[in-house]
């Protein structure tokens, strides 16, 4: 197995920004990203401490030196929207902690943790010192798994606005009724009871929706604007989580391509909505590094594999920066299966032919490095992703791949030793599960 060392390289070392914890760290990154309107963020894990830390540290650079208006991230559209009016002063919630309730579904401490509470309280204190609604920072999700919680959002604006509409309805997401709203169920039925699906009665509802808008919105200003967009989105992730979820059971990447395309599209909305009322949008996007990076520099890409980072930079060449996070190695916070608690677990130190371990052979703690056009780096290196669960026995086969780091992101953010992210429910099972440093010794 070859070594990649940085002496071998020609990257001019100089270009790499340590990480000090002060103000002018990310200086220069904010100087390539410029007028750029759309800045991705990922992380190499969902539950690193300092990922989160970083992202946040970034963000507020991004919202308070570069204008941008909205935080758009890896979670459910009608979750996150319940954070979007707190952190915006129209909602009851009376912390962050009340505001995140709606994570009730695994993962939830990707989003219930004390470094999203700590970036929630700086955002809700920016906001209140605004004193226009269009100036205040919103944070929206991306993602597509809340078929119950999108459903029952749809109905209840309706209720409220239109109860005949409301009926019909409820009489269209019937058809997911003999699964309760199960997203997994309902693709499991497909295949298992051979039953209809729902495709044309979501479709329907999407449409028959957007034909009510003007009855719907007329004559009530910005927040019945804001109302009907909450409403439109969750009928459109119906649409698309009905045929995610009815994919789910055949067995191909088409799944992965739905879900990418489906934030892509969201975040279009987003974008298109929020340009509306305060100008050109500037919106920074929190997922995961398979997410965030562009899958065209990735193994995954040559198999037919799209992401949420390349569609971004197809839709906008010009107004997109991608920023990916790695780590060497340290402790995470993930499950061992889906579904199961929360456990403190070690990551192994990165392997030699990849990038963490280059990254590490610089003996920083942590650095900001620009990859726009720089010369040196290596290509086709491996690189790690964790996701919500880890596996160490497992590690090179299920969390490694190849990639060319060069053209998969515009800047790299490296922390050489991670911690675990604090969940707000701390179990048992994760105040016990802090292995020792010397496990596990090795692949």
Not at 239 to 263: C, K, P, V
Not at 297 to 308: F, I, V, W
């Amino acid at each position: 197995m070859t070594t990649h060392a940085w002496p071998t390289t020609d990257y001019p070392l100089t270009l790499i920004q340590p990480l000090t914890g002060s103000d002018e760290d990310f200086d220069d990154l904010l100087e390539s990203i410029g007028s750029r309107r759309l800045v991705l963020i990922g992380e190499a894990t969902h539950g690193s401490h300092e990922f989160y830390r970083e992202r946040s540290r970034l963000t507020r650079r991004l919202i308070d030196d570069l204008g941008f208006s909205a935080v758009a991230v890896e979670a459910d559209w009608p979750d996150a929207y319940r954070v979007n009016r707190y952190v915006r002063g129209l909602s009851g919630d009376r912390d962050p902690q009340t505001a995140l309730s709606d994570f009730r579904r695994f993962p939830s401490w990707m989003w219930r943790n004390t470094d999203v509470v700590a970036f929630l309280h700086w955002l809700r204190a920016r906001n209140d010192a605004q004193s226009h609604m269009e100036t205040k920072v919103g944070f929206y999700g991306l993602d597509l798994y809340s078929l119950r919680a999108s459903i029952e959002a749809v109905i209840a604006y309706l209720d409220d606005h239109d109860p005949e509409a409301a009926e019909l309805a409820r009489d269209r997401y019937s058809c997911f009724d003999m699964v309760n709203m199960e997203g997994h169920e309902y693709g499991r039925s497909l295949t298992t009871d051979l039953r209809a699906d729902c495709e044309n009665e979501v479709i329907d509802q999407l449409v028959d929706l957007q034909r009510r808008r003007t009855d719907l919105v007329q004559g009530d200003g910005w927040l019945a604007e804001d109302d009907f967009f909450f409403a439109e989105q969750n009928a459109r992730l119906i649409l698309n989580a009905e045929q995610y979820y009815r994919q789910m059971f055949r067995g191909s990447i088409s799944t992965w391509n739905i879900r990418d395309t489906h934030m892509t599209q969201t975040l279009q909305d987003l974008v298109e909505y929020l340009d509306r009322y305060d100008g050109p949008a500037k919106v920074v996007v929190w997922a995961h590094n398979s997410h965030v990076g562009d899958a065209r520099a990735t193994y995954l890409g040559n198999r037919g594999e799209l992401s949420l980072g390349q569609l971004v930079r197809q839709r906008w060449p010009k107004d997109s920066f991608l920023i990916g996070l790695t780590t060497d190695h340290g402790r995470v916070t993930a499950a061992s299966e889906w579904g199961a608690p929360a456990e403190r677990k070690q990551v192994r130190q990165a392997l030699p032919d990849s990038y963490e371990h280059m990254f590490h052979q610089l003996g920083h703690a942590g650095f900001v490095m620009p990859l726009r056009g720089a010369h040196g780096i290596p290509g086709n290196l491996l690189q790690r992703a964790i996701g919500v669960i880890y596996r160490p026995e497992t590690e090179r086969a299920s969390h490694w791949f190849r990639a060319d780091i060069r053209e998969q992101f515009d800047a790299v953010i490296h922390i050489d030793r991670t911690s675990a992210l604090q969940p707000l429910e701390r179990t048992s099972l994760w105040d016990l599960s802090e292995p020792p440093e010397t496990y596990p010794s090795g692949l």
